[in-house]
């Protein structure tokens, strides 16, 4: 276990099934970092029934973007509970900001305990041909968001969650068609936000590709202890 040594406020992008959630999983254990991912957060509401998640439910499940007011407030709502969103602090984003008009809002007043901005986002760049098989074998454990893979990383018990044995499930929106229009969402909506962090300052947007996500973890790795420096810590 080790911590970092400097405030790294870090946001994930790339397209759906490049191993945002996967390299977030991984991230927060290696560095004890804590971090939100939206799809998680919207798919909890959906489970749990609430208004917003009878909102989002037929939304995603067209592949569609939930609309940026209601994002945000999913989002402020969810940091509001947790205390760790400040400047001095690590954290990780994964999935928010995912729109233009996110990344405005994630630097105003209505987020404001974020406001000191970014300072490292992730681009992830992994061949379309990698990710279609991805999602076809994908399943989760919806209250924690733990993800698996029937051939990358499969369950100790066929269906079941690793840690609870609470059932496991497939996702809605990994209907190949859905899949198409998230993709064609992903570069018309959120691919522009690079170019937008771009804008912001020198160094800040990272890319990193690779066909798998342990070769990409291993660059991320490296790269986030480069930038941030780490403390290893005696367990
Ligand atoms: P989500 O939930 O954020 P997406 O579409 O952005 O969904 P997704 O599908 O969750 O992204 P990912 O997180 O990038 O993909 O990928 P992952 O889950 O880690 O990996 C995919 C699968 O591949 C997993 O089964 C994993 O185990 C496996 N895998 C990983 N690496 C490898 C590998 O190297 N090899 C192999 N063989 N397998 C591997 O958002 C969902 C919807 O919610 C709404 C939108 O409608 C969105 O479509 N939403 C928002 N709407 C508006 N604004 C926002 N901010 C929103 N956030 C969510
Ligand atoms: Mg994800």
Do not use: C
């Not at 990344?103 to 987020?111: I, N, T």
């Not at 990358?152 to 499930?169: F, S």
């Not at 068609?177 to 912001?200: C, D």
Request: no cysteine; glycine share 8%; charged share 25%.
């Amino acid at each position: 276990m080790s911590r970092l040594l400097r405030p790294a406020r870090v946001l994930l992008l790339g397209p759906p099934g490049s191993g945002k959630g996967t390299q977030t999983e991984r991230l927060l254990k290696r560095f004890d970092l804590p971090g939100i991912s939206s799809g998680d957060i919207l798919r909890r509401h959906i489970k749990e029934g609430t208004e917003i998640g009878m909102l989002a439910s037929s939304i995603i499940n067209q592949g569609r973007l939930v609309p940026d007011d209601i994002m945000t407030e999913v989002v402020a709502s969810e940091l509001g509970r947790r205390h760790w969103l400040t400047p001095a602090n690590s954290w990780l984003l994964d999935g928010f900001p995912r729109t233009r008009g996110q990344a405005e809002m994630l630097d105003s007043r209505e987020l404001a305990p974020a406001r000191a901005g970014l300072n490292f986002v992730v681009e992830l760049v992994v061949p379309e041909h990698a990710i279609l098989d991805r999602i076809a074998n994908r399943l989760v454990h919806v209250p924690s968001g733990r993800l698996y893979n029937l051939t990358y990383n499969p369950p100790k018990v066929a269906g079941r969650d690793d840690v609870t044995g609470e059932p496991l499930t497939r996702r809605a929106d990994d209907d190949p068609a859905v899949f198409r229009k998230r993709l064609h969402e992903y570069r018309a909506s959120t691919q522009p936000l690079v170019e937008f962090y771009k804008n912001k300052g020198a160094g800040v947007v990272w890319s990193v590709a690779g066909e798998t996500s342990d070769v990409i973890f291993a660059q991320l790795e490296t790269e986030v202890v480069r930038r941030f420096g780490e403390r290893v810590e005696e367990t």
